[in-house]
């Protein structure tokens, strides 16, 4: 099988800004996704540099992580929630099963079931199959 993909690469308004880092990315500290040097801006999703796997999972959980860590910038505090590189990427790898692959940075798992996640699962095809697009329009895209 070949699987061909493009390169991941940031928007040209990134690419090209004093933001970028080597590699066009929104430079960021991985742990607490504040820009170095402009403490005020921080940065999430695919186009930050933070080593994660660039899922919608990681910017689903980041959004909390940059939220409280904006309001202690804000009030002069130490941002004191840390990223621990969470992505998911469910693994369709049968017919009827996927594996639910969570991970932080180094490829640690980090299951959000009490299963063991490298077991393909019909359980995980049931959320990405029907509860995950559910979420995604209802609970994440609302008009
Ligand atoms: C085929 C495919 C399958 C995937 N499957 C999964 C999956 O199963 N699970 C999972 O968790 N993730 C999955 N992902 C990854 C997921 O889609 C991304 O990680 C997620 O969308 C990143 O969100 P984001 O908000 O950071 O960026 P985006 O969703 O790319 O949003 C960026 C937005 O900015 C807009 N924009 C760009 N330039 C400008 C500009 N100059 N001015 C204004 N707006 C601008 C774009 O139009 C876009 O709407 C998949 C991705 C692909 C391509």
Redesign the pocket.
Known sequence: MLHVVPPQVA?D?IRQSPLADAAGFCGVNPKTLQYPRYVNIFS????CSSPNA??????RKQIGIVAENILAAKEGRECSHIYEGY????LTVENDKVILAEFGFGGKLLPTFPLDPVVPRRFSWLL?AKL?PWLYWNGMVRP
Request: hydrophobic share 50%; aromatic share 12%.
């Open positions: 928007p308004f999430l999703g695919d186009v660039k899922t919608a999972a990681a910017a992505g998911a990427c469910p990405k995950f």
